[in-house]
């Protein structure tokens, strides 16, 4: 058995310490144990220093809410927020109000930990939960 970059796989949790190996396979979940650290940029009704933002998961039926800071640069807002507990594709609804519930911003937003968003695709074919190492 040969087994090799196994020390690549980042973030990720099995359903017990030992990990069974079959060729080149290693069969995981995927969820991660903590995002955090976001942004969005977007351009709002209003400029703002601070915002309230609701998550709302309408397959999970579940809403969070949580505040963010915003910096404000040529009519772009970007929003610095910590939210944890994010699933690989956890899809949202979120809204951006002013403190005092004012509307600011809605839209859609999906969670996802890969890196190279250009050539992402959100209909990948079902491998079984299998990484290929």
Excluded: C, H
């Excluded at 099995?14 to 995002?35: E, R």
């Excluded at 809410?65 to 994010?86: A, H, K, P």
């Excluded at 859609?108 to 968003?117: G, P, Q, S, V, Y």
């Amino acid at each position: 058995m040969k087994i090799i970059r196994i020390n690549a796989l980042n973030n990720i949790t099995v359903d017990s310490t030992a990990i069974t190996v079959d060729s080149t396979f290693i069969t995981v979940d995927s969820t991660t144990s903590s995002v955090s650290g976001q942004s969005f940029v977007v351009t709002m009704r209003e400029t703002v220093s601070e915002v309230e933002m609701v998550f709302w998961n309408e397959l999970k039926q579940t809403s969070r809410t949580i505040t963010g800071l915003v910096t404000n640069l040529n009519g772009l807002s970007t929003i610095s927020f910590n939210l944890t507990g994010l699933e690989e594709a956890d899809s949202f609804e979120v809204t951006i109000n002013k403190t005092d519930g004012t509307l600011l911003w809605r839209g859609k937003a999906f969670a996802t930990a890969k890196m190279d968003l250009q050539d992402y695709k959100m209909n990948v074919p079902n491998n079984n939960n299998i990484i290929t190492i």
